[in-house]
């Protein structure tokens, strides 16, 4: 069964430090989002993707963050300057009809 | 206030009882899904609604769209039903908003 693939499984990096979240969405789907949970709290939306562009975003999502669809198979987050508070489980996600979930990216920012 | 509310936080069953979990949301929607999330941190899509009912296997999900209220229900549970039950409503802007979550632990 397809299957969104997110890399990598976890990520440590220095505050101030840049990550590339990298992810591969089910090859039919249409949309795209990132979503992130921080320990112990609830899943939040970040930022929509759709026709190669950003169709919504979170306020969370400032101007530290950028996605990017550069091949047509990859979806990327880019936090340029990470600090401590983005350390928390980032999900991709895309769909067609229903959602599929990535497995997620464990962020750890010392 | 939440969004998306639920019921229980947290709940205790022994193996085979019937399970109920309830979502309740203050926004307008296009859909509601229910997911699971295993202690490993992956989301599993179980079921979208938009009207009705649906069931597959031993779980069965509804909707009531006028009174803003979905339950999951489980029936015969079993230990590997053990995992973190969550409701999402997918606004009108299409992005998913998320429930705090309700922890099963089903015992033998």
């Known amino acids: 069964e397809p299957e969104v693939t997110q890399t990598p499984s976890h990520q440590v990096t220095q505050m101030g430090q840049e990550v590339i979240l990298r992810c591969v969405p089910i090859s039919n789907h249409l949309y795209f989002y990132w979503y992130r949970q921080i320990l112990g709290q609830k899943v939040e939306f970040l930022v929509s993707f759709y026709n190669n562009e950003i169709s919504e975003k979170s306020e969370i999502f400032d101007d530290q963050f950028s996605v990017e669809r550069p091949d047509g198979s990859n979806f990327t987050l880019k936090i340029r300057s990470t600090k401590l508070e983005d350390s928390a489980m980032y999900f991709c996600?895309?769909?067609?009809?229903?959602?599929?979930f990535g497995s997620g990216t464990q962020l750890s920012v010392l | 206030k939440n969004e998306v509310e639920q019921s229980p936080q947290n709940l205790t069953a022994q193996e085979g009882e019937f399970i109920t979990i309830n979502c309740s949301y203050s926004?307008?929607?296009?859909?509601l899904h229910w997911l699971q999330q295993h202690p490993g941190g992956g989301i599993v899509s179980l079921f979208m609604?938009?009207?009705g009912k649906k069931k597959h296997g031993r779980l069965i999900a509804t909707i009531n769209i006028q009174e803003k209220h979905s339950s999951l229900h489980i029936t015969a549970s079993h230990p590997r039903d053990s995992a973190v039950y969550i409701c999402?409503?997918?606004?009108?802007?299409?992005?998913?908003?998320f429930g705090t979550g309700t922890r099963l632990q089903v015992f033998p």
């Open positions: 999402a409503v997918r606004s009108y802007t299409d992005k998913l908003i």
């Open positions: 996600a895309s769909r067609r009809g229903g959602v599929a």
């Open positions: 609604l938009s009207s």
């Open positions: 926004v307008g929607i296009s859909a």
